[in-house]
């Protein structure tokens, strides 16, 4: 069965901390992405990566880096977490090449105080 | 500015009917379409696609149809159950798989019994 899983379900943080958010997929897939998701806004994407140690800019990168040091393994971070970046954050991983759906974790709701 | 519209943010259908959700996008570059369905706290998951190739695509109750010369996609579901209800993202990617999707706003189905 395809996996793709977040480490967390819900977190809480304060303003100025350092977030981490961890995602892994079981699938091989090159692809992988984070979108965070606002009401009336839909999923707007962060970042991706179509390779390891690779990364390219979604529509909204600011205040957001990734980590992709392992195939499996795509990691979100905010640098200094502000209260603007409350949301809910959405990984997803697919195959390269050819039309393909992306699959999704169960997302990540993230709080900052 | 806005590539995938879905100008509808929420509709009403009694069980049974048909509900119809509407998608238009502006980039011509999109070759690839995808539904997805969403509940609350849970991560999309993908229902149904169509390739710029075809002008429609079944799988079901649900059947998605595009028109390129409108650039205008729709999803039908026919008929519609109590656990259609959710909400549901229309997505556009210009192939390869390598760039992300672009998703629209989404609009929330709510099946009446």
């Known amino acids: 069965d395809v996996k793709v899983t977040q480490s967390s379900r819900y977190l809480v943080k304060r303003t100025g901390e350092k977030v981490f958010l961890e995602c892994v997929q079981d699938m091989d897939h090159e692809n992988m992405f984070w979108y965070r998701q606002d009401p009336g806004l839909g999923l707007r994407l962060i970042y991706f990566?179509?390779?390891?140690?690779?990364?390219e800019k979604g529509d909204i990168p600011e205040g957001y880096s990734v980590s992709r040091e392992k195939k499996e393994r795509f990691s979100l971070i905010l640098e200094s977490a502000s209260t603007n970046q409350t949301s809910m954050y959405l990984c997803?991983?697919?195959?390269?090449?050819?039309?393909?759906?992306?699959?999704f974790g169960q997302g990540t709701r993230l709080t900052v105080v | 500015d806005q590539q995938v519209k879905q100008n509808s943010p929420s509709l009403s259908v009694q069980e049974g009917r048909i509900s119809i959700l509407n998608c238009d996008y502006t980039n011509s570059m999109f070759d690839y379409f995808l539904w997805y369905k969403k509940y609350p706290a849970e991560g999309p998951t993908f229902l149904i696609s169509?390739?710029?190739?075809?002008d429609k695509n079944e799988d079901g109750r649900f059947t998605v149809f595009l028109n390129k010369s409108a650039k205008h996609l729709s999803l039908h579901i026919v008929p519609s159950q109590p656990g259609d209800s959710a909400v549901y993202f229309c997505?556009?990617?210009?192939?390869?798989?390598?760039?992300?999707?672009?998703f629209g706003k989404g609009t929330h189905l709510i099946i009446q019994p």
């Open positions: 997803a991983s697919s195959f390269q090449g050819g039309n393909t759906e992306a699959f």
């Open positions: 169509i390739s710029s190739i075809k």
């Open positions: 997505a556009a990617s210009p192939g390869g798989g390598a760039d992300g999707l672009t």
């Open positions: 990566s179509y390779d390891v140690k690779m990364k």
